[in-house]
Nanobody
Framework: QVQLVESGGGLVQPGGSLRLSCAASGSIFRITTMAWYRQAPGKQRELVGSISSSGSTKYADSVKGRFTISRDNAKNTMYLQMNSLKPEDTAVYSC?????????WGQGTQVTVSS
């Protein structure tokens, strides 16, 4: 069983920054690929990006150059640094992983970009 807990969401003005955290339970964290997703009201869930166990990252085109995913295996934590935020980045952000075919999700954290 893997438990994921996100934190760091909030209200930010356009052009601002936020850093989200995803804390994972268990030692399995350091060998799994982790991902960030987001879902805006009335829209389908979107993959924001992912980071492999070795630290390789991939990003959606919509966030490339603005968002950075990192991980600290010693702390069992993944991060999402979001810069140059836009109103269209407003969504519930969730972290997720797949361990031996089983999906695990966090509860999500709200990010609202508004003036």
């Amino acid at each position: 069983q893997v438990q994921l807990v996100e934190s760091g969401g909030g209200l930010v003005q356009p052009g601002g920054s936020l850093r989200l955290s995803c804390a994972a339970s268990g030692s399995i964290f350091r060998i799994t690929t982790m991902a960030w997703y987001r879902q805006a009201p009335g829209k389908q869930r979107e993959l924001v990006g992912s980071i492999s166990s070795s630290g390789s990252t991939k990003y959606a085109d919509s966030v490339k150059g603005r968002f950075t995913i990192s991980r600290d295996n010693a702390k069992n934590t993944m991060y999402l640094q979001m810069n140059s935020l836009k109103p269209e980045d407003t969504a519930v952000y969730s972290c997720a992983t797949n361990v031996f075919g089983n999906e695990f999700w966090g509860q999500g954290t709200q990010v609202t970009v508004s003036s």
